[in-house]
Each structure stands twice: as C-alpha cells, then as structure tokens.
C-alpha cells in the first residue's frame, strides 16, 4: 500500500498572504489533485496534473496556483488568502481506472 | 458535463434501522462509468467504501451496498441495519474508464452528512 502526505496539517496565514500547501504521495501514480472541501458544497477540484511537470485547471481554479515539480509531489499555493476564509484542502492522486486516494487534508484558517 | 446529485444534508437514523442514501448521475462525457461510495469518517481521511465498474453488478463494505443501474442511472448506498459508527460523511463519484483520451477528472457529489442515533 502507499500513502499521500500532506503538509502542514493546520494552516493559519493573514489576509493577503501567499501560502503554499505540500503534498507527496509513494503510490507512483501518474494523476494528481487538489480539492478543496466545503461543508454543504462537497469537493470541488483546484487543479489536477496528469503526469509530471504538466498542468490542467479546475473548477476553482482561481486565486490558486499548483506545480508538479516531480512525480511524487504536487504543491498548491493560495495566492493571496481571503480574509474569514475556512476551508481543507485535500491531495489526491490515482491510476487510470481505479479509485482515488486521498490525503488527510490541510485545515486552512485566514484571520 | 458529468454531475452527480446525491441526498443533501444531513440524514439522521436511529441504529438497527435501514438506510439508503440516493445517488443519481450524468456522464455525457463518459457515457459508461466507473462508480464509488467515499466516506469520512470522524477525525480520518475520506477512503473509499466501495465501487462498481459493471452495470448491473453491485458492490459491497462493511454491510452497505450499491447497485450500477446503467438504466436509471442510478446508484444509491443502502444498508439493513445501521450502527452508530456508521455515523460518517458519504460521498457518491463517478470517474471514466483509463482510456486513451479519458477524463481525468472524478466528479464527486456534495456529500451527505450520516447521524446514527442509539
């Protein structure tokens, strides 16, 4: 079995502040995602990487930036944090034709 | 696109009763699916619970069940007798097949929210 990591766990940033979201995974899938996750609003997809170095928009995509800077890793950076915001950004990744894992999620706080 | 709708909000069961959670969906762009139950429970990472690839089969975990109805398309979670630790976020999610040119986007629905009362 393999498992995705995601860094930090709690995040807590200011209005206006860039803040980046890590994630790794030892799967060895080609897929990646970032979901951010709403109570009431289910997971809505950031944005996702197909292989390494290549990347592909989601449905909320903006105010996000992501890198796939090698297979195993995927980063995600809010480009400028929304005052009030409160939301957990989940890391996925997966094989053609089978299920999505997931990581645990990092819980973001803006004061 | 590809949707999927699922019972909104929160359902509430007292423990020994049944449950079913409805799942439809929309995969124009896919046309034939592949179809997964996810949960989440408290205090742990979402994990998948079960999936069907076949129309007409049905899937099975932990005493739930789903059923691919490629007709209907449908496929709702359903379950004889709930425990109060079923209690848990269930999201229902389609993805495509792998193929060449595939979508590489699994569409999840907005989750509903399982409380099991003793």
């Known amino acids: 079995g393999g498992i995705i990591t995601q860094t930090p766990k709690f995040l807590i940033g200011q209005e206006g502040q860039k803040l980046t979201l890590k994630c790794q995974q030892n799967?060895?899938?080609?897929?990646m995602y970032w979901y951010r996750q709403d109570s009431g609003k289910g997971l809505r997809l950031i944005y996702y990487?197909?292989?390494?170095?290549?990347?592909q928009k989601g449905d909320l995509s903006e105010g996000y930036d992501a890198s796939r800077e090698k297979k195993s890793s995927f980063s995600l950076t809010v480009t400028s944090a929304q005052k009030n915001e409160m939301a957990v950004f989940l890391c996925?990744?997966?094989?053609?034709?089978?299920?999505?894992?997931f990581g645990k999620g990092t819980r973001l706080t803006v004061v | 696109g590809d949707s999927v709708t699922q019972t909104e909000g929160q359902v509430t069961v007292s423990e020994s009763k049944s449950l079913i959670i409805n799942c439809t969906y929309s995969?124009?762009?896919?046309?034939?699916?592949?179809l997964f139950w996810y949960v989440r429970y408290p205090g742990e990472g979402l994990q998948l619970l079960l999936k069907?690839?076949?129309?007409?089969q049905k899937g099975s975990s932990r005493g739930f069940e789903a059923t691919y109805n490629k007709e209907a398309t449908s496929f709702h979670l359903q379950k004889a007798s709930v425990q109060e630790s079923d209690s848990a976020v269930y999201y229902c999610?389609?993805?495509?097949?792998?193929?060449?040119?595939?979508?590489?986007?699994?569409?999840f629905g907005k989750g509903t929210s399982l409380v099991v009362h003793p």
């Open positions: 999610a389609l993805s495509d097949r792998g193929t060449s040119g595939g979508n590489y986007k699994p569409t």
């Open positions: 069907v690839i076949t129309a007409g």
């Open positions: 996925a990744s997966r094989e053609a034709n089978t299920e999505v894992f």
């Open positions: 799967f060895n899938h080609d897929t």
């Open positions: 990487s197909i292989t390494e170095n290549d990347l």
């Open positions: 995969a124009t762009s896919i046309g034939y699916p592949n």
